[in-house]
């Protein structure tokens, strides 16, 4: 009997991304491996959530893994997922759908995507999370 595959990303690569400047460092961003339609699945994976207590509000590394605010649940996502890159809310090419009950997640597109393309999503949490906060300046993520 052959289990399904948890997670496959075999459609990113991750390299330095575009937005890395003299000013912010060099840092990583997923990139597409193909072209993909708008809907097309891009990325599927699994998240281990992290011990009760533990502050995402400090790390951005990490997923907000519920919609309760003030958010309690942290996780760490597989894949690279951990590499996709934030944008203001409704310019993403992708689209992320979670899955709270199972601890997974898929990636879609938003939109056609170019092989070679950033990936990007908004983070759900990227307006509150204190980390975010120079983040959020730079992108104007509070403007429409």
Do not use: Q
Not at 60 to 80: E, H, Q
């Amino acid at each position: 009997m052959s289990a399904e595959n948890k997670i496959d990303c075999s459609k990113v690569y991750v390299k330095k991304s575009s937005f890395s400047t003299e000013e912010t460092g060099d840092f990583d961003g997923a990139f597409a491996a193909v072209d993909m339609k708008e809907g097309e699945l891009i990325e599927k994976g699994v998240v281990r959530r992290l011990p009760d207590g533990f502050d995402g509000n400090t790390c951005p590394y990490i997923f907000t893994w519920s919609t309760v605010r003030p958010n309690k649940t942290w996780a760490m996502a597989s894949g690279c997922a951990p590499y996709y890159n934030t944008c203001k809310d409704g310019t993403s090419n992708t689209n992320m759908v979670r899955d709270f009950e199972k601890d997974t997640f898929e990636i879609f597109a938003a939109k056609d995507i170019k092989k070679d393309d950033e990936l990007l999503h908004t983070y759900i949490s990227l307006k509150w999370r204190t980390c975010f906060a120079d983040l959020n300046d730079i992108i104007h993520a509070d403007e429409k």
